[in-house]
């Protein structure tokens, strides 16, 4: 039985480095206690691994950082910014268009920091997309990169990051682009793909992006379109779920990105119909227009008058979820990754940047998620 | 090798496809009750989409009312109708012919405005210049209907503004989007200095219309907001626009969108109204742009509404953003413009949503994983019956455009809400409203066919063999085989009627492929569909007729099933008691296996030199007969007692998940459960309705390898037998929730000490022959020792 196996005690989980020692110990034989002794030598002379290095993500249209912001970025002592160029989708003739191309309005503060251009994929576009038209949307992407790009100084990027999240039907036209893009891309551009939880628990069923890095993105944990579910964004024992009982090493190395984003989430009719980003708080402080539901919630409400919110036109009736992630579940996620096999060089990216988080997160307390994960 | 087997049905791959066929052709469609766990869920990753069933054709609205796309959608009918459609540059070709008293042709007035190059147009405009200068066009334009008008009437005027326009084009063409967009500012600025010039100069109204056009949008384009406001207030009133024309709103969508720009919501939100209201083609691009952020702004656009019929079209820009309309913005629109054409698309495009919350069975739900929420059912309820009085107010006051298909809705709004006997009436009604009538009312009883028929579908009585009987002459019927949600729609209700009737194996079996009973087999199905086959049921036989004459042969197959589900839930007396019930005809059909064979790899293909093949009632035989055995000869001191209980461990442990013979106790086994065996017995499967089952659990292949263990003298067995445990705790292991170890992995882990207890107690026999070999080719016994 598994007569190919060989011993290796890698594969326990990081919890029970321990119970390895103790094995070896019982029962090697003198001269692997000497080769044991060795390899434990070796390994106090070998440096830890560097610490996880903050970076944030820019998710929005323009580009032009705050005093504030560009303050808040210093203090973090973040080097790297990804920001988002374009996003892709299909609109609703299903013709693959670019949305949303960034333009930079003013550079200043990005001076000494790395970016990495990001581009948004939805998955529909790699529905049922003939091979030809994935080497023109590569074309394409390449030419939208290279436009925006020319915005920067210096205008050549170590790292392009693709975000979308394919299921099993768009995975191979998927997986197809990247290596159409690698091929459009300078030689020493590195590729890396967002990769969601469930992508990273089955790597054997969803596939491994052909690209060089991963960003494991811890949230979206919970259901989006169910108005019941506690916080769709982060709760600590469903991203658990998916942690726990996935391979102890991913095939690619990873960064790490956690949420920093709030929302209300509007339910019509029983079921999602729109996502009002950072929703002030005092809104829902109207009584008039807003019941908390059922009563004493603080998070979820009834819209009781007819009325805008956030560009949306609410009816009565319309139940409101509005999400976040405490400082407490921050935390909690911090901890929860220690079980995740970063790369050795990881980045801790926050996703993602503006005037809100700000206020919301001091610089100190993302230091500190930093250092909870890979303590120094 | 693939992930997943279904050997069961491929073995005596006829008898067990064609009972297969034999039974879902007969029992039809129907279907089960909830399964015992869900198969899908949030980390499924083959979660479907479902969009619901759909009795409504699109012939009911006009297909081309220019507003439909907004408001219902008919699979790509629109992406290829509309979307797709140059509606812009159609629009203005015609406009152009228009002002030409209709002498050229659409094609030459295309190409003359947006194909012809600047050298074609001032060989044009020299050829103008003369007398009988249509005979001096160049090459390009010879024959061009247009460019002959033009050259013959002499009209320099519009040959300049089309010189002008080409000039322009380049720095208004809306870039491909895939780059941005690089705009010259000095010369565009320049082009709006040279175009006010020749705006004033300009005699035709037409071509001064024209020349603002290209002025504002020259200035839109070149981002300069306040200069197109103040464009447009400057130009616009210097020229007649008492002849409509699309340029006016083709102007006024730069003007909203430089509003937009300068923060004046209301302002624009109002003139993308208007646009949307009068210009088909500007209205997607209207619809995309309107927006109001707050109450303020939304009072402020009704504020500069002219008539209740712009106020009627922002409430219905504002209703159009969601998915459903309140009975609200129906009664609004209604009010202030009960002619307004959008009412009826709104009625179609809200039923349309209706369809998908009650035309649904918990059938339908488990099928595709989505579950219609009680809240949203209730929400619906509601708007179902607000609706219903709505639409019986407009059909009785008659004054939209439409009044018929209110009057037709109202049956199908009855239906919908479970009133299936006012539905009836209403259809009847509806019917002699549209007697004699043109080819809309044709469309529109072709309509009430339609929902006749489902009507009909919705009375079959699932506690009856007439179910069976009328789903059969459903089926054959024309309209049935028209309207592609019937089939499957009748699968559900049917399946959902059958669980109801207390017919659960029927119910499976109208829904689902018939090797669905066998994926986890339930008690309460088999004898359904026991009984069933034991009935002399006409139509059974009838449609048996078509695929096999042999109905005893549907009875040895489910009996077959019946058997090892019994004998794989660990009960082989009972299983065996029913597999004696197969005839011996059939019996000799039965599938074979060899399950008392060593195999020490983890393979799950038997090796084909096998000899010794049993059926599974032999196997329990044999079984049952080694225990007999064992226990005498334990009784009697005997030793072979201990070989006698390792082969029947050996047995179970082979037609477990685990060993090469699993297809003696299931029918379908699937590799990548390995990955996730803690989450077992049950595991997720598509198209399963109560998932698949898997023997994953050895624990009684352990208890005999246990027996033998303790009954042995010969160090040789023992070796073997705790080998075998040894295997049997792995396996354990690997289904503890606790084991983070991945089956497969070139990687051992370090098994717990309570899983680990055979493998340590293998030194006891490090002398032994068998240990002396398998230590060789087990790396997790050489890790262990």
Redesign the interface.
């Known amino acids: 039985m598994n007569c190919r196996n060989t011993m290796n005690t890698d594969c326990l989980p990081p919890g029970r480095r321990g119970t390895a020692l103790f094995f070896l110990k019982k029962n090697a034989a003198p001269r692997r206690l000497g080769g044991f002794l060795f390899c434990l030598a070796l390994f106090s002379c070998t440096q830890k691994p560097p610490a996880i290095q903050p970076a944030v993500y820019h998710w929005e249209t323009h580009l032009a950082l705050s005093h504030s912001e560009t303050a808040y970025l210093d203090s973090l002592h973040c080097r790297y910014l990804y920001v988002k160029f374009l996003d892709i989708a299909r609109d609703d003739a299903k013709t693959i268009r670019p949305y949303a191309l960034l333009e930079v309005l003013d550079s200043t503060g990005l001076a000494g920091r790395t970016v990495v251009p990001c581009v948004f994929i939805a998955n529909n576009v790699f529905q049922d997309i003939p091979e030809n038209q994935l080497d023109w949307l590569a074309q394409k992407t390449a030419q939208a990169l290279h436009s925006v790009g020319g915005q920067f100084t210096p205008n050549q990027f170590p790292e392009i990051q693709f975000d979308c999240d394919w299921t099993s039907t768009t995975r191979a036209a998927f997986f197809s682009f990247l290596k159409k893009m690698r091929n459009r891309l300078p030689e020493h551009t590195r590729l890396s793909a967002t990769i969601r939880l469930h992508q990273y628990k089955f790597p054997d069923q969803t596939g491994v992006p052909p690209v060089d890095r991963g960003m494991l993105m811890l949230y979206n944990t919970g259901d989006i379109d169910d108005p019941e579910a506690e916080n769709s964004i982060f709760q600590p024992a469903d991203a658990h779920k998916y942690i726990h009982g996935a391979a102890a090493t991913y095939p690619l190395p990873l960064d790490l990105a956690l949420p920093m984003f709030s929302w209300a989430l509007v339910y019509r009719d029983g079921s999602l119909w729109k996502i009002i980003p950072e929703p002030a708080t005092e809104t829902f402080r109207d009584t008039a227009r807003y019941a908390p539901f059922p009563a004493g919630q603080d998070k979820r409400f009834l819209a009781k008058q007819a009325g805008y919110l956030g560009g949306q036109y609410l009816r009565p009736g319309d139940f409101l979820r509005v999400e976040n992630i405490d400082t407490t579940a921050l935390r909690q996620a911090a901890v929860l990754a220690r079980e995740i096999d970063l790369a050795n060089d990881a980045r801790l990216a926050f996703f993602h940047l503006d005037h809100a988080i700000v206020h919301r997160y001091p610089a100190w307390f993302l230091t500190e998620l930093c250092e909870t994960i890979r303590p120094e | 090798m693939s992930l997943t087997k279904h050997r069961g049905l491929n073995r005596p791959r006829l008898l067990c496809t064609t009972c297969a066929i034999v039974l879902f052709c007969f029992f039809i469609p129907a279907h089960r009750p909830m399964p015992a766990e869900k198969p899908t869920g949030?980390?499924d990753?083959?979660g479907r989409t479902f969009s619901g069933y759909s009795f409504l054709v699109p012939d009911i609205i006009n297909k081309n009312a220019a507003y439909a796309?907004f408001f219902v959608k008919w699979d790509?009918y629109y992406?290829k109708n509309y979307?797709?459609t140059d509606l812009q540059r159609d629009d203005n070709v015609q406009e152009w012919i228009g002002r030409f008293c209709g002498l050229p042709t659409a094609v030459d007035v295309d190409y003359v405005v947006y194909r012809s190059s600047i050298n074609e147009l001032i060989s044009l405009r020299e050829a103008a210049l003369q007398k009988g200068g249509e005979s001096l066009l160049p090459f390009g334009l010879t024959g061009n209907t247009f460019a002959e008008v033009l050259a013959l009437n002499g009209c320099t005027e519009a040959i300049d503004y089309l010189m002008f326009a080409k000039r322009c084009e380049p720095h208004v063409t809306a870039y491909d989007?895939?780059?941005?967009p690089e705009r010259d500012a000095d010369f565009m600025q320049a082009l709006i200095d040279e175009g006010q010039g020749r705006f004033l100069q300009t005699e035709s109204h037409f071509f001064r219309q024209r020349y603002a056009y290209q002025l504002v949008r020259l200035a839109h384009y070149a981002g300069k907001w306040q200069e197109t406001v103040d464009l447009y207030n400057y130009l616009l009133p210097k020229f007649d626009r008492k002849r409509p024309s699309i340029l006016y709103y083709w102007t006024l969508g730069h003007l909203a969108g430089a509003l937009q720009k300068l923060g004046k919501y209301p302002e624009a939100a109002y003139r993308y109204s208007v646009i949307f209201r009068n210009c088909p083609s500007k209205r997607?691009q209207a619809f995309r742009s309107f927006?109001?952020?707050?109450?303020a702004?939304?009072e402020a656009a009704l504020r500069l509404c002219q008539t209740d019929a712009e106020r009627a079209t922002l409430y219905l820009m504002?209703a159009a953003?969601?998915?459903?309309y309140?009975v609200e913005d129906f009664e609004m629109i209604y009010r202030l413009d009960p002619g307004n054409p959008q009412l009826d698309l709104m009625l179609v495009s809200d039923v349309q949503?209706l369809e998908r919350?009650f035309l649904r069975t918990p059938v339908t739900e488990l099928k595709y994983g989505t579950q219609?929420?009680a809240?949203?059912?209730q929400?619906?309820a509601k708007?179902l019956l607000s609706l219903q009085r709505l639409a019986r107010q407009v059909a009785k006051e008659k004054k939209t455009p439409n009044p018929k298909l209110w009057s037709a809705m109202t049956g199908y709004l009855e239906l919908l809400a479970g009133d299936e006997y006012a539905a009836q009436k209403s259809f009847a009604l509806a019917r002699k409203q549209l007697k004699d009538g043109g080819s809309y009312e044709k469309a529109l009883l072709h309509q009430i066919d339609i929902w006749d028929l489902l009507l009909e579908i919705l009375n079959l009585d699932g506690s009856t063999a007439t179910a069976d009987q009328a789903s059969f002459r459903i089926r054959s019927y024309d309209l049935f085989k028209r309207v592609p949600s019937f089939e499957p729609f009748l699968q559900d209700f049917l399946s959902a009627r059958y669980a109801e009737s207390k017919h659960p194996g029927k119910a499976i079996l109208a829904a689902y492929d018939p090797a669905a009973i066998t994926y986890n087999p339930r008690m309460d199905v088999l004898e359904d569909l026991l009984q069933l086959a034991r009935s002399d049921n006409p139509i059974l036989l009838e449609e048996a007729m078509q695929i096999d004459t042999n109905p005893a042969r549907i009875i040895a197959r489910l009996l077959e099933i019946k058997g090892a589900y019994l004998f794989s839930m660990g009960q082989p007396e009972a299983a065996l008691s029913v597999l004696r019930q197969i005839p011996a005809v059939e019996d000799v059909r039965m599938p074979k296996y060899s399950p008392f064979r060593e195999i020490?790899?983890?393979k799950i293909h038997r090796p084909i030199t096998d000899s010794l093949l049993l059926n599974r009632r032999e196997i329990i035989e044999k079984l049952l007969d080694y225990e007999f055995r064992a226990k005498a000869s334990v009784a009697m001191g005997k030793p072979v007692g201990a070989w006698y209980y390792y082969l029947i461990g050996l047995g179970y442990y082979n037609m477990s998940y685990f060993g090469y013979e699993w297809e003696a106790m299931d029918y379908f086994r699937s590799g990548?459960n390995w990955?996730?065996l803690?989450q077992g017995p049950i595991f997720p499967l598509r198209n399963s309705p109560n998932g698949n089952r898997e023997n994953i659990d050895v624990s009684r292949a352990l208890t005999y390898f246990e027996k033998a263990l303790a009954e042995t003298q010969s160090p040789e067995l023992a070796a073997r037998a705790a080998f075998m445990a040894a295997?049997c705790q792995q396996k354990q292991w690997f289904c503890n929730p606790e084991c983070?170890?991945?089956p497969g992995?070139?990687?051992?882990?370090?098994l717990p000490e309570l899983y680990r207890g055979y493998y340590d107690r293998m030194r006891r026999y490090a002398n032994t022959a068998f240990y002396q070999q398998i230590v060789k080719?087990?790396?997790?016994l050489r890790?262990y020792?």
């Open positions: 949030a980390c990753p083959f796309p790509d992406q979307f797709e989007g895939w780059e941005l997607v927006k109001i952020r707050t109450n702004e939304w504002r953003s969601s998915r459903t309140t949503q919350v219609s929420r809240a949203q059912r929400e619906a708007h020490f790899d983890e990548y990955m996730r803690p295997r983070t170890y991945k992995s070139k990687q051992i882990p370090i080719e087990c790396s997790w890790a020792q």
